[in-house]
């Protein structure tokens, strides 16, 4: 299989790929072995000639690779352009930026929707049960191939800052910086019960079949629609509900004393279901939330959250949102207690906003300026040249 030139940029949209396993199988924390694997990736800016100045950005329970690219599918800008491009927060005439969708994930890179090459049949239900660490070692073999031995900085949001803390854990020698985003070092119960209704959704849908639904040439859409209506409430705040909707009808002037989408916040989420279907597999979601569910750093080190950063040597930015309640403030106080513990080189900042969860997608001043005068400070140290 031809291996994508990783500074090539003939097909932004496609991607590119690569098959890893020759040095190795991929050992799962289920004791599984993946003897080969698949990573889907994208690149954006110029790597330097001593490779220091790359950033890993990582990716949120349905995000993919396509960061600051047009999406193949939907036809949108990336989900994190705001952010990445010349001049922006993660300026590309500055950082090289790698973007991969995650092991489990359902562009490209190895998941329960690729064959599995034993059987000639998509992997399904017997795709082995991914963790946290598991992604983190998929990326961790994707820059051995890069040729990239430390990362100027490895961020992202939600699931993405588990990354990046974990990251920072695993291979505190390969991470210079790490900026966990409106996340934690572990899932909270109500975090798993939401996820469990998205996955109740989607095995409860009749075209699930078990999981077998590419077997029956049909896709669980109701369920995987409920899934991510359920989920996006939990991304945005009360306020930004209001704000947007309030009890405004849709197209109509009263009730229609029916179960039709009466009112316009009935009709976005809807939308939001019936558009996600169209992009993301189902198997995917169930494996990726169980993932997130499992996450836990302390666990992973004797109950000690402090452990999990021993002696570290990366430098932090831990930044939380006030309206986010999925991942509230005092998920990213827990973290920065624990680097405390351990005298890490550490900064934290709470964003005011009433934007919630989704506010790290968001264009926020705020965030923005925090992200800019922290990279640049660790720039400084790092002694990567200004563009």
């Not at 889907?40 to 990716?59: E, F």
């Not at 929707?113 to 034993?118: A, D, G, L, R, S």
């Not at 939308?271 to 992009?279: A, P």
Request: glycine content about 10%.
């Amino acid at each position: 299989m031809a291996i994508a030139d990783p500074m090539d940029r003939s097909s932004s949209n496609a991607g590119q790929y690569v098959e890893l396993g020759d040095e190795g199988a991929l050992r799962l924390d289920s004791g599984t072995e993946l003897p080969r694997f698949g990573v889907a990736y994208q690149t954006y800016g110029t790597l330097n000639a001593d490779k220091s100045n790359a950033v890993l950005v990582c990716h949120a329970l349905t995000g993919d690779q396509h960061a600051a690219n047009t999406h193949p599918i939907t036809g949108k800008l990336g989900w994190w352009e705001v952010m990445i491009g010349p001049g922006r927060p993660l300026d590309t005439d500055r950082y090289f930026i790698i973007s991969s969708n995650v092991l489990g994930g359902c562009m490209g890179s190895t998941g329960p929707k690729e064959i599995n090459p034993e059987t000639g049949e998509p992997w399904a239900l017997s795709f082995p049960v991914i963790t946290i660490g598991d992604m983190v070692r998929a990326q961790a073999r994707l820059l051995d191939h890069l040729g990239i031995d430390q990362l100027f900085c490895v961020i992202g949001g939600s699931m993405g800052g588990m990354q990046a803390l974990q990251w920072a854990s695993a291979y505190p020698e390969r991470v210079f910086a790490s900026v966990p985003i409106a996340s934690a070092a572990r899932h909270s119960a109500q975090n798993i019960a939401f996820g469990e209704v998205g996955r109740q959704a989607i095995m409860a849908d009749r075209n699930w079949h078990g999981g077998e639904y590419h077997a029956h040439a049909t896709t669980p859409h109701a369920g995987l629609a409920v899934a991510r209506m359920a989920a996006h409430i939990t991304y945005l705040s009360e306020a930004a509900l209001h704000r947007k909707f309030g009890r405004k009808l849709q197209d109509r002037d009263s009730i229609t004393f029916g179960f039709d989408a009466d009112f316009q916040v009935e009709s976005y989420l809807r939308h939001q279901g019936s558009t996600f279907v169209d992009r993301f597999d189902a198997n995917s979601y169930l494996f990726i939330t169980r993932a997130m569910d499992y996450f836990d750093m302390a666990v992973e080190h004797d109950g000690s959250l402090p452990a999990a950063f021993h002696k570290t040597p990366v430098r932090f930015c831990v930044i939380s949102f006030t309206s986010d309640w999925l991942f509230p403030t005092a998920d990213s106080r827990e973290v920065v207690k624990a680097l405390n513990a351990e005298a890490a080189n550490v900064s934290f900042v709470e964003v005011e906003t009433d934007k919630g969860h989704d506010a790290f997608l968001l264009d926020e001043p705020e965030f923005h300026k925090t992200l800019v005068g922290f990279l640049n400070g660790a720039a400084d140290k790092r002694g990567l040249k200004k563009p």
